[in-house]
């Protein structure tokens, strides 16, 4: 038997020796959690906003936090409160991730400009989810 045909007879019998899961098995049953309301909230997109003195291409970038609320009585103005603080944590955290990631600082970097924009991007969903709870 030549050498470069024996790695794959070897490899043939190692698979006829694996047992094969049969066709009417059926698939383990999983229950996933219902889903939880949440607000996504986006520090700055990815986009192409200019280019250097020299002529390199400027790119600003994202990173999103998921807020959870399902936990809070959007009705009463304690849950209302927790949320925006939510969404500023979470908008704290995108921009840190960024500046971690690309730590030159330009407008769309600097912190209180990114939270600022991420917490705005975020309003719309903010506005609905208490509008739901009323």
């Known amino acids: 038997m030549p050498r470069k045909i024996l790695p794959v007879s070897i490899v043939a019998a190692l698979a006829a020796m694996v047992p094969f899961t049969p066709a009417n098995a059926t698939p383990a049953t999983t229950h996933a959690a219902p889903a939880q309301p949440a607000i996504t909230v986006?520090?700055?997109?990815?986009?192409?906003?200019?280019?250097?003195?020299?002529?390199?291409?400027?790119?600003?970038?994202?990173?999103s936090s998921v807020v959870h609320y399902g936990d809070l009585n959007l009705a009463s103005l304690a849950g209302r409160d927790a949320l925006h603080s939510r969404v500023r944590v979470a908008a704290t955290s995108a921009c840190g991730r960024l500046d971690h990631a690309y730590p030159v600082q330009t407008e769309y970097t600097s912190d209180y400009k990114c939270?600022?924009?991420?917490?705005?991007?975020?309003?719309?969903?903010?506005?609905a989810?208490?509008?739901?709870a009323a």
Do not use: D, E
């Open 115 to 127: 939270i600022n924009r991420a917490v705005a991007g975020a309003k719309t969903q903010v506005r």
């Open 42 to 63: 986006r520090a700055p997109n990815a986009r192409r906003t200019g280019t250097t003195y020299s002529g390199i291409p400027v790119f600003t970038y994202t990173a």
């Open 129 to 132: 989810a208490i509008a739901a």
